[in-house]
């Protein structure tokens, strides 16, 4: 091993659980791209290695996983996936990534009589189970979500029915509220110019999380 390989040892064990994490799915995101390229290969041995040490066999399958599902969808032509993986962020990672999602942030859950101040409480109640996406479009508008909103979703929580949820159907992301009528699943939105979805049993449909808090961005100029 050369001796850029050898320095690289020593950086990677600095790194925290959250950055190995990044990096992994970094570089094999780099492999796939570039299968003759032996520097994307060597870094990603080196960073699996570490993780490998530090007994992070979840942090690498899900690292493994997540950069698949980015490659597949650009060779797809389908849209890259815009979820950020909590799972292994430190609190200080955690405060930066909430701070960096929205600028000049203010925080409100959906329940209006369960109001927040701050992004203390969200980082104080984290779980491993936490991720975060942003929404696109005007379908959840009445809702208070608006494009470009930085959503948390608990992807854990089961109880989803009547719940503002982020779903997958037919291989692309939606936030609706789930329903049920006459054992039919609806994918309802909050704005009424979109109708509501029924759910049939040719739809690839996967429950992905209920959606918990909604960060905004503050705007001053009107």
Request: hydrophobic letters at 35%; proline letters at 2%; a neutral charge.
């Amino acid at each position: 091993m050369n001796t850029y390989y050898t320095q690289y040892q020593h950086e990677v064990k600095q790194f925290t659980d959250h950055e190995l994490y990044i990096q992994i799915k970094k570089n094999l995101i780099n492999v796939q791209l570039d299968s003759n390229n032996t520097y994307w290969r060597n870094k990603l041995i080196i960073i699996k290695e570490e993780a490998e040490k530090r007994g992070l066999d979840k942090l690498i399958k899900n690292a493994i996983a997540d950069g698949f599902e980015l490659v597949a969808a650009r060779h797809c032509g389908l849209p890259i996936p815009n979820v950020n993986r909590i799972d292994f962020m430190n609190k200080s990672e955690m405060q930066t990534q909430i701070r960096n999602a929205r600028s000049n942030t203010g925080i409100q859950q959906l329940d209006i009589e369960k109001r927040i101040n701050g992004i203390e409480y969200i980082v104080n109640n984290l779980t491993p189970t936490l991720f975060i996406m942003y929404a696109e479009g005007d379908s959840m508008l009445q809702a208070g979500i608006e494009e470009g909103d930085a959503l948390i979703v608990e992807s854990a929580e089961l109880d989803y029915m009547n719940k503002i949820c982020v779903v997958s159907c037919q291989n692309y992301l939606y936030v609706k509220k789930i329903i049920k009528s006459n054992d039919k699943i609806i994918l309802k939105s909050a704005n009424p110019k979109y109708p509501d979805y029924y759910i049939n049993d040719n739809d690839e449909f996967k429950f992905v999380g209920v959606l918990k808090w909604v960060i905004k961005k503050i705007l001053h100029n009107f």
